[in-house]
């Protein structure tokens, strides 16, 4: 046992040493525009009143929800669909423009829904009718942009052209940083000149991941109903369950936006905001493990799978033993408006940190063609059964408990995931011929 645990962890150090100039470009430089974007968050939190804090957290959070909805899944499949065939840039083309004619048709028709849903969402808030009609719009700009960026950066990513793939990102969250502060200094920032400035930058990733990656593909490419297929064969076993976690990712928020108070939503954003060290880690998924798996032999499969699995683990852990060690100086970061939620932070970080673990398998996973159509519906069953619990016997008006739902939810799943991975190293990947039936 102790044998196989030092093979484990040379391997993972052998897999780092050997991709120490991509990692460290990715921290580097994933490093400023992450910094940008906390600090840019952070600063929403300890300059904006709790009131327009709120507003902000809620546009944000139903965002998150309806850009997932808007893709579920469809960019993921682009990776692996190409695999090898990166050099071959008309297979590249034509498989976007079959990407893009399906997202145009999906956000058709989620866009009317969510425009409808949205008020609903906030009735209980009592907040002006301009200012939810306002908060509509946004939201619809902000997530085709989203939308935008999901298909036209994968191309980036499916040619490694990494450099502009983080330039775009960079310029973006520096240049809203500094627009912020700008604003600040005029006495001018309210939670409508902070959506705006973060909607500009949204659009302006978008554009530019759309001018590299018409330059790099070379042509506009040509939608078929053969690419279209095979796009929905591999996304629809993940669908339900992206469908699922496009609400699930934002529960805290929504039910505290349904139970709570204003100032409860305010609570729960800032809390949300001490979780964004995650996504920094999170940008290494795509980047460089889901390439990674996706070239690497079957021979070498395992002992690569369980080394990342032990990194991924040991991160996890450091993160949520120094909150429980050291919850002050994650409130200090907060701010004074929030010194009442020491004993919230380390339940928020260990829920992120087992969220963030699933997210890390599901990408290794996803790379193999570990997909299966009963990972979602079970992750749907349990998850729905455990909030309905909740919510039948939990008072979720409060933030700490609605934390503690987080976690209840989010242990199955990863486990879950986990039995994804033993059944995809039992049964092989999920294939096209019908061979592989789960």
Known sequence: ???????????????????????????????????????????????????EYAKYTVVYGFLGTLSVLMDIAFSSTLLPLIGEQVENRKLIADYLASLRQLAHRLYWFVAPIAALLYPLLVYRQRWDLHVVIAMVVILLIAS?????????GAVLIVRRDLRHWYLAQVLSSVGALALLCA?????????????????????????????????????????DSEKQRAILHLALPSMPGTIFYAFQNQISLLIITLFGRTT????????????????????????????????????HLRRSYYSALALGGMFCTFMTVASIGFPGVFIWILGHNYNGLQREVPFMIAGSSISFFTGFIWTIHNARKFVYWWNGLLTIIFTLGIEIFYIWRIDLSSVHSVLILNIAVAVPVALLNI????????????????KCLV
Request: contains cysteine; hydrophobic residues 50%.
């Open 264 to 299: 409860a939503i305010a609570d729960i954003g800032a809390l949300s905001r001490l979780a964004q060290v995650f996504v920094l880690f999170g940008q290494l998924n795509p980047i460089l493990f889901e390439p990674y798996f996706a070239r690497l032999s079957a021979v």
């Open 1 to 51: 046992m102790i044998t196989t645990l030092i093979n484990y962890i040379c391997e993972m150090l052998a897999f780092i040493t050997k991709r120490i100039k991509i990692v460290t470009g990715i921290l580097f430089v994933q490093g400023v525009a992450l910094l940008a974007r906390l600090l840019y968050g952070f600063l929403c939190v300890r300059l904006l009143p709790i009131q």
């Open 144 to 152: 085709w942009c989203d939308r935008v960026s999901g298909a036209y």
């Open 419 to 434: 039995l994804v991975g033993v059944c995809g190293f039992t049964l092989g990947p999920r294939i096209s011929n019908g």
């Open 183 to 223: 604003i600040w200094t005029t006495h001018e920032l309210n939670a409508f000149s902070a959506i705006l400035i973060n909607t500009a930058g949204t659009a302006c990733v978008s554009y530019a991941y759309f001018y590299r990656a018409r330059r790099l593909v070379g042509r506009g490419g040509h939608a």
